[in-house]
């Protein structure tokens, strides 16, 4: 296709996504299917893909967001973003209309009452129609520049309806997360094992303010616009009621829940029925919004430095500890444990919003007889991990049937298996929720030892789709590093060179890298040792296992149960795929000069580190211990070496001083 027919084609894709994503997210009334919206957008992005210098900041393809920006930089509002005075009294709101009837000397002043979202508040400037930048409110003059971010919003117009638009237009409005969004963004977290969001403000307040748009991108915000702060080349409405009919014409999405009101008594009756129906809301709201109607009366009666001397929020009173369970669901933690955690309608607890809290683990939920539907008793645990007190029985309510944990992981449809009270994923390092932490302890000094990637750089790795398993840690490439936060070539350079390295590791530091539950660094030792190669280690049974010393019931079925798994041999497979040679030990433990000989460290040690003693150990066919027995053969002992040494004296156990430990491992 020639660039002539490739301009008509793109021009004719923008038209129609912009007109379906108009219907779906403003409207509500969707034309067509997802199937056939996405494929007018793959068009279009192949297209724009073969012609970049087609691509402008308007086509909906900007909406899949940026690379990362190493900050966000200032921006400085056209208009003051002014706050709002507030009040939970309806006696105040009188008061505040006294006033107004006073400075305006008029009987009765007209008002507009709508919601006050709870959200994050915004500014969009327009440039001859063209969205070309977006603010935080910051500190009511200058805010954050979240441009990219906040074109990833589907009802923002990119571009605004009229023909011809204003020369200048600027726009405030809020930013947020729909109640159904917000929980099943936080079902998600929660079941991966991730911290989830208090409460849909922060969640969208979380997106907004990312370094990178694309992370923006997956977190389904919605904006509502409420304001015309500045209007150049157009006309402005004289009322605020008018204002919000041009928003909608511009193609804004306005929130329908708001009333033309003849005095103050009409808008105070508003907010008694908004509070009784904030809860059926799609949205957070935490009042009502107050404003003179007549932009001319605002004018007259003007603002004070930090707000409007013409609008008032009348607050709702905060919600109290008891609320209800919205629904139970499963999260998956770090180590592969399952707790249950009930989502709940957001509620105040000690000054703090709470959407969820925990259940603990499966017996906790059986006491307690918590379901889905009941209204609950919330504490927060230590002022710190909300949990759920009791149930608090409603008369007459019919109750859902009670929860059951899954029998697979919510995550990666593993096997889940019961260990007393708690319930664990066998999904290993094929579990997303397990991955991230799974990922951080590959790469850690006992195992990989890779340098040059850290916690917060596997998060921002995960959240991109960059690594959805620890083998594409050596699928990694320049370029894709490159787009990260934090590198340049040299230190991108750097790492890839310190992941190749890595790749002949020995096998007692492979087998720990894979995180096996219960399995630590002795034990992979032991496996090593025993087996000499990772399909053998692999291929044991559990009474094989348990018949090694020291390898009880409980990590012989963690052993079995990880290599049991598909998804786990399917990682393990790769990784080998991937140039990963697990080096055998050069010699077994029975014919190592300290085979069967257990060692205890105490003190302080000097001219060698304790882990490095402990591999010196190992590596010679011994084991290390925590606690002295009559069994222990030798007690190495530091400075100031305490107790353990003073048991060991009693026992008659060897004491070795340091020079006596080096002497011995270094077969003097």
Same mark, same amino acid.
């Given at each position: 296709?020639?660039?002539?027919?490739?301009?008509?084609?793109?021009?004719?894709?923008?038209?129609?996504?912009?007109?379906?994503?108009? &219907? +779906?997210?403003?409207?509500?009334?969707?034309?067509?299917?997802?199937?056939?919206?996405?494929?007018?957008?793959?068009?279009?992005?192949?297209?724009?893909?073969?012609?970049?210098?087609?691509? !402008?900041?308007?086509?909906?393809?900007?909406?899949?967001?940026?690379?990362?920006? $190493?900050?966000?930089?200032?921006?400085?509002?056209?208009?003051?973003?002014? $706050?709002?005075? /507030?009040?939970?009294?309806?006696?105040?709101?009188?008061?505040?209309?006294?006033?107004?009837?006073?400075?305006?000397?008029?009987?009765?002043?007209? +008002?507009?009452?709508?919601?006050?979202?709870?959200?994050?508040?915004?500014?969009?400037? +327009?440039?001859?129609?063209?969205?070309?930048?977006? *603010?935080?409110?910051?500190?009511?003059?200058?805010?954050?520049?979240?441009?990219?971010?906040?074109?990833?919003?589907?009802?923002?117009?990119?571009?605004?309806?009229?023909?011809?638009?204003?020369?200048?237009?600027?726009?405030?409005?809020?930013?947020?997360?729909?109640?159904?969004?917000?929980?099943?963004?936080?079902?998600?977290? !929660?079941?991966?094992?991730?911290?989830?969001?208090?409460?849909?403000?922060?969640?969208?307040?979380?997106?907004?303010?990312?370094?990178?748009?694309?992370?923006?991108? !997956?977190?389904?915000?919605?904006?509502?616009?409420?304001?015309?702060? #500045?209007?150049?080349?157009?006309?402005?409405?004289?009322?605020?009621?008018?204002?919000?009919?041009?928003?909608?014409?511009?193609?804004?999405?306005?929130?329908?829940? %708001?009333?033309?009101?003849?005095?103050?008594?009409?808008?105070?009756?508003?907010?008694?029925?908004?509070?009784?129906?904030?809860?059926?809301?799609?949205?957070?709201?935490?009042?009502?919004?107050?404003?003179?109607?007549?932009?001319?009366?605002? &004018?007259?009666?003007?603002?004070?430095?930090?707000?409007?001397? %013409?609008?008032?929020?009348?607050?709702?009173?905060?919600?109290?500890?008891?609320?209800?369970?919205?629904?139970?669901?499963?999260?998956?933690?770090?180590?592969?444990?399952?707790?249950?955690?009930?989502?709940?309608?957001?509620?105040?607890?000690?000054?703090?919003?709470?959407?969820?809290?925990?259940?603990?683990?499966?017996?906790?939920?059986?006491?307690?007889?918590?379901?889905?539907?009941?209204?609950?008793?919330? #504490?927060?645990?230590?002022?710190?991990?909300?949990?759920?007190?009791?149930?608090?029985?409603?008369?007459?309510?019919?109750? #859902?049937?009670?929860? *059951?944990?899954?029998?697979?992981?919510?995550?990666?449809?593993?096997?889940?298996?019961?260990?007393?009270?708690?319930? +664990?994923?066998?999904?290993?390092?094929?579990?997303?929720?397990?991955?991230?932490?799974?990922?951080?302890?590959?790469? /850690? #000094?006992?195992?990989?030892?890779?340098?040059?990637?850290?916690?917060?750089?596997?998060?921002?790795?995960?959240?991109?789709?960059?690594?959805?398993?620890?083998?594409?840690?050596?699928?990694?490439?320049?370029?894709?590093?490159?787009?990260?936060?934090?590198?340049?070539?040299?230190?991108?350079?750097?790492?890839?060179?310190?992941?190749?390295?890595?790749?002949?590791?020995? &096998?007692?530091?492979?087998?720990?890298?894979?995180?096996?539950?219960?399995?630590?660094?002795?034990?992979?030792?032991? &496996?090593?040792?025993?087996?000499?190669?990772?399909?053998?280690?692999?291929?044991?049974?559990?009474?094989?296992?348990?018949?090694?010393?020291?390898?009880?019931?409980?990590?012989?079925?963690?052993?079995?149960?990880?290599?049991?798994?598909?998804?786990?041999?399917?990682?393990?497979?790769?990784?080998?795929?991937?140039?990963?040679?697990?080096?055998?030990?050069?010699?077994? !433990?029975?014919?190592?000069?300290?085979?069967?000989?257990?060692?205890?460290?105490?003190?302080?040690?000097?001219?060698?580190?304790?882990?490095?003693?402990?591999?010196?150990?190992?590596?010679?066919?011994?084991?290390?211990? $925590?606690?002295?027995?009559?069994?222990?053969?030798?007690?190495?002992?530091?400075?100031?070496?305490?107790?353990?040494?003073?048991?060991?004296?009693?026992?008659?156990?060897?004491?070795?001083?340091?020079?006596?430990?080096?002497?011995?491992?270094?077969?003097?």
């Amino acid at each position: 296709m020639d660039k002539r027919l490739a301009n008509s084609r793109i021009a004719e894709l923008r038209k129609r996504i912009e007109k379906h994503d108009r &219907l +779906y997210y403003i409207d509500n009334d969707p034309k067509i299917s997802d199937a056939a919206y996405d494929e007018l957008r793959r068009e279009l992005e192949g297209l724009e893909k073969a012609f970049p210098e087609l691509v !402008t900041d308007d086509s909906p393809t900007k909406r899949v967001g940026a690379p990362p920006r $190493s900050s966000l930089p200032p921006a400085e509002h056209l208009m003051p973003m002014l $706050s709002l005075d /507030s009040t939970t009294s309806a006696d105040e709101a009188r008061a505040f209309d006294e006033r107004l009837r006073k400075a305006l000397e008029k009987d009765s002043v007209a +008002y507009t009452a709508e919601p006050k979202f709870d959200g994050l508040s915004l500014e969009l400037v +327009y440039e001859n129609g063209l969205l070309t930048r977006a *603010a935080t409110r910051g500190d009511g003059t200058t805010g954050e520049d979240v441009t990219p971010n906040v074109r990833t919003i589907r009802s923002v117009p990119l571009r605004l309806l009229s023909d011809p638009a204003p020369e200048l237009m600027s726009v405030r409005g809020e930013a947020l997360l729909p109640l159904n969004r917000f929980r099943e963004l936080n079902r998600r977290m !929660t079941e991966r094992g991730e911290p989830g969001f208090a409460n849909p403000r922060n969640a969208a307040a979380g997106a907004l303010r990312q370094l990178d748009s694309r992370i923006t991108a !997956t977190r389904p915000l919605t904006f509502f616009a409420y304001e015309i702060m #500045k209007m150049e080349g157009a006309l402005s409405p004289e009322t605020h009621a008018g204002e919000l009919a041009v928003l909608t014409g511009h193609g804004f999405l306005i929130d329908y829940h %708001w009333k033309e009101c003849d005095g103050i008594e009409e808008a105070i009756a508003f907010h008694a029925r908004l509070t009784d129906a904030r809860d059926e809301l799609p949205f957070e709201i935490d009042g009502v919004v107050i404003a003179v109607d007549s932009k001319r009366a605002r &004018l007259a009666v003007g603002s004070r430095s930090r707000s409007p001397r %013409w609008a008032l929020a009348l607050k709702f009173e905060p919600r109290k500890e008891l609320t209800d369970v919205e629904d139970i669901v499963v999260g998956v933690g770090r180590t592969g444990k399952l707790t249950p955690v009930a989502l709940l309608k957001p509620v105040d607890v000690g000054g703090v919003t709470v959407s969820r809290a925990t259940l603990h683990n499966a017996r906790d939920l059986e006491r307690k007889d918590v379901r889905p539907g009941d209204r609950v008793r919330i #504490k927060r645990a230590g002022d710190v991990i909300p949990a759920v007190v009791e149930r608090i029985p409603v008369e007459g309510q019919k109750r #859902k049937e009670p929860f *059951a944990m899954p029998d697979v992981c919510p995550v990666c449809g593993s096997a889940v298996e019961a260990e007393g009270a708690n319930h +664990y994923c066998t999904g290993g390092l094929s579990c997303p929720a397990q991955l991230k932490r799974g990922i951080m302890h590959f790469v /850690s #000094k006992g195992a990989f030892d890779i340098d040059g990637i850290g916690g917060r750089t596997i998060e921002s790795m995960v959240d991109l789709g960059m690594l959805d398993s620890v083998a594409d840690l050596f699928r990694l490439d320049r370029e894709r590093l490159l787009e990260l936060e934090g590198f340049a070539e040299k230190s991108a350079d750097n790492l890839l060179e310190a992941i190749e390295r890595s790749k002949d590791v020995e &096998l007692a530091r492979f087998i720990y890298a894979l995180g096996i539950r219960n399995v630590g660094e002795h034990v992979a030792g032991l &496996l090593a040792m025993q087996y000499g190669s990772l399909d053998a280690a692999a291929a044991a049974t559990e009474e094989e296992l348990t018949g090694i010393h020291e390898i009880g019931p409980e990590v012989a079925a963690s052993v079995t149960g990880f290599f049991a798994n598909e998804r786990n041999r399917g990682t393990v497979k790769d990784l080998i795929a991937q140039g990963v040679s697990p080096r055998p030990p050069e010699k077994m !433990t029975a014919d190592l000069p300290l085979a069967g000989k257990t060692f205890v460290f105490t003190g302080t040690l000097e001219a060698i580190t304790r882990n490095e003693a402990k591999r010196r150990v190992q590596g010679l066919g011994g084991r290390v211990s $925590s606690s002295v027995s009559a069994k222990t053969d030798y007690v190495v002992a530091g400075n100031d070496p305490g107790s353990k040494y003073e048991k060991a004296v009693r026992l008659c156990v060897t004491v070795l001083s340091i020079d006596d430990f080096l002497s011995l491992v270094e077969g003097d």
